[in-house]
Structures are given as C-alpha cells and as structure tokens.
C-alpha cells in the first residue's frame, strides 16, 4: 500500500470505494458533495486530499482535510477504508499520514466531526478515542498535535 495525494483519475474508484463502505455500514450509499469536487473543495484551497492505494493502483483508503480560517486548526474528512479490508492498519496508517504532514505544516489542532446516528458510525467512535482524540461534545472531537 502507498498514499499519494488525490489525482482525478482516481475519482470514479474513490466514489465507488466511498459507497462500498457506507453501504457496509448499513448506510443508504450517497455521494458527499465534496466527493465530486475535490479540486475546488480541497486542493484549490491549499488544503489535501490523500489515497490509500494498493498494489494494482485501486484505492483502498482515503483521508482528507480542511483548514479552519484564521485559526490553526483543521478538520479532518473522509477517512473510509473499503470494507473488506478494515482492521488492517490502513485507518490508522492515513491518520499518522495525515496528523504528520499537519505538524510539519505548523497546525495545532485537529477537529473531528462524527457522523450521527452514533449507531451507524460505531466504527469512528471507537476509533478515534484511541489514537489520541477526545471528545468536547457529542460528535466532536479534537487532538493537540504541537
């Protein structure tokens, strides 16, 4: 597995890798709108979008994030890994990724907001309190970095 910033002709396999992992967690599958923008939604901001791709260049993982203005501090986005090969590493592998390149960059902070119902997004609840974040309010969540 390597990561690599977001190309667009990764776009059509992220969506369907995206959907595949929503509908794994019993969610109706639906595309964010930023899915289908993330040039104008990310880059064009300065701001990353990451791929977790395997050896026959097919994305497995993604992890993104977005500057909050006049602050030091981002919020993190679309951490999906395809279902099949969760538990892996590969979550925790794109959050080091991620949290790393924040620091070297100067952020402080990173924001995590979780998806609601609680229920459907176990997965992230559980997961982030473990590497670090904690919770300031039902569904956020926040890591000191520097």
């Known amino acids: 597995m390597k990561i690599i910033e977001y190309k667009g ?5 992220l969506i369907f890798m995206v959907l595949e992992a929503k509908n794994a967690l019993g969610r ?3 595309i964010n709108p930023d899915l289908l923008t993330i040039e104008a939604s990310y880059l064009e901001k300065g701001d ?4 977790a791709v395997n050896d026959e260049n097919r994305v497995i993982g993604s992890i993104a994030y977005s ?11 679309r951490l999906f890994i395809k279902p099949s090969l969760k538990h892996q590493g590969i979550g925790s ?4 990724f ?8 100067g952020k402080s902070h990173v924001r995590i907001h979780l998806g609601q ?3 459907q997004w176990f ?3 559980q997961f982030y309190p473990k590497h670090g974040y904690r919770f300031y309010d039902d569904t956020h969540l926040i890591k000191k970095l520097i």
């Open 9 to 13: 002709n990764y776009r059509d396999d």
């Open 28 to 30: 109706i599958p639906s």
């Open 48 to 51: 990353c979008f990451w791929l």
């Open 67 to 77: 500057s909050i203005p006049k602050t030091n501090e981002v919020f993190l986005h």
């Open 93 to 96: 592998q794109l959050l080091a």
């Open 98 to 105: 991620a949290e790393d390149y924040l620091r070297k960059i």
């Open 117 to 119: 119902p609680k229920e």
């Open 123 to 125: 997965e992230s609840y």
